[in-house]
Nanobody
Framework: VQLVESGGGTVQPGGSLTLSCAGA????????LGWFRQAPGKEREFVAV????????EYDDSVKDRFAISRDNAKNMVYLQMNDLNPSDTAVYYC??????????????????WGQGTQVTVSS
């Protein structure tokens, strides 16, 4: 399983970014996909997850209503649209994947496949 993130960068407060993650070496439709992040000096934390079917999503309360996760199983891709960014969103963002039996489940833990991360900096 390989996961490669892209789309990170520096943006001003209130701005938007879209992260992309390209998967390889696995059948996307069999995997739950998600995003975590790690800010400087803090532990890695859950951001969002999307079910195998793409029908169900879960978000951390800190990003709910601002971020949107989506996936394209045909392309082995997962995306994170981030709006109304603020400095507390500054972190390295990681794409994650987990093979899972249930089609509509959205667990927030137990991910065993991680990308290398992409830096997002929100600063004026």
């Amino acid at each position: 399983v390989q996961l490669v993130e892209s789309g990170g960068g520096t943006v001003q407060p209130g701005g938007s970014l879209t992260l992309s993650c390209a998967g390889a070496g696995f059948t996307s439709e069999n995997y739950i996909l998600g995003w975590f992040r790690q800010a400087p000096g803090k532990e890695r934390e859950f951001v969002a997850v999307i079910s195998r079917s793409g029908q169900f999503t879960e978000y951390d309360d800190s990003v709910k209503d601002r971020f949107a996760i989506s996936r394209d199983n045909a392309k082995n891709m997962v995306y994170l649209q981030m709006n109304d960014l603020n400095p507390s969103d500054t972190a390295v963002y990681y794409c994650v994947a987990k093979e899972f039996m249930l089609v509509h489940a959205t667990p927030r833990y137990g991910f065993d496949n991680w990308g290398q991360g992409t830096q997002v900096t929100v600063s004026s």
